[in-house]
């Protein structure tokens, strides 16, 4: 089955760390980039981080930049997310998602079910 | 960055009427568009890429259309299970990648 599959979510104190995961199967997981997203409760989606399909070139949106770390192990078909320094503000459903590439260009054409972050005292 | 601002926020419509969301970016993002539905307790699913193709599997009573700064996904006839939330995305101008604040389609 084509899928992706989160895993690391939980409660967390502020300033403390999480890594999240994101198992892929089902594809050929090294010739797509890929992202996460994440979703504040009951608001809209927020990009994060993005990585090609080598690993070479990572992006992340300011809100994180310098505290999260985007990697990726293409012989384990996995994805993660290293969180530091967290902040109330991180609390969310993290998604990660593929890059269509060729067959729907850049759109997001595949999404996890979501692993949920709770930043807390 | 750019900025997307989708409206309505809400649109309340009964089952087999057309509905319009729209979707205008900061500055032109081309045809770098792209459109999600997004159901409660669910991750999105890719609608429309590149602002007028059709993901796969989308049924055809979806389409996209526009360019530059101002974009529409139509929905031809609303079925039951249309009714959802809807999100558009860019990336001409990234990062940072930017989604708009949604539009929620519920029953009226």
């Known amino acids: 089955e084509v899928q992706l599959v989160e895993s690391g979510g939980g409660l967390v104190q502020p300033g403390g760390s999480l890594r999240l995961s994101c198992a892929a199967s089902?594809?050929?997981?090294?010739?797509?980039?890929m992202n996460w997203v994440r979703q504040a409760p009951g608001k809209g989606l927020e990009w994060v981080s993005y990585?090609?399909?080598?690993?070479?070139?990572?992006y992340y949106a300011d809100s994180v930049k310098g505290r999260f770390t985007i990697s990726r192990d293409n012989a384990k078909n996995s994805l993660y997310l290293q969180m530091n320094s967290l902040r109330v503000e991180d609390t969310a459903i993290y998604y990660c998602?593929?890059?269509?590439?060729?067959?729907?260009?850049?759109?997001?054409?595949?999404w996890g079910q979501g692993t949920r972050v709770t930043v807390s005292s | 960055e750019v900025v997307l601002t989708q409206s309505p926020a809400t649109l309340s419509l009964p089952p087999g009427e057309r509905a319009t969301l729209s979707c205008r970016a900061s500055?032109?993002?081309?045809?770098?568009l792209a459109w999600y539905q997004q159901k409660p307790g669910q991750a999105p699913r890719l609608l429309i890429y590149d602002a007028s193709h059709r993901a796969t599997g989308i049924p055809a009573r979806f389409s996209g259309s526009g360019s530059g700064t101002d974009f529409t996904l139509t929905i031809s006839s609303l079925e039951p299970e249309d009714f959802a939330v809807y999100y558009c995305q860019q990336r001409r101008d990234w990062p940072p990648l930017t989604f708009g604040g949604g539009t929620k389609v519920e029953i009226k």
């Open positions: 998602a593929r890059e269509g590439g060729s067959s729907t260009s850049w759109a997001f054409d595949m």
């Open positions: 990585i090609t399909s080598p690993g070479t070139t990572r």
């Open positions: 500055q032109s993002v081309s045809s770098q």
């Open positions: 089902g594809f050929i997981f090294s010739r797509y980039e």
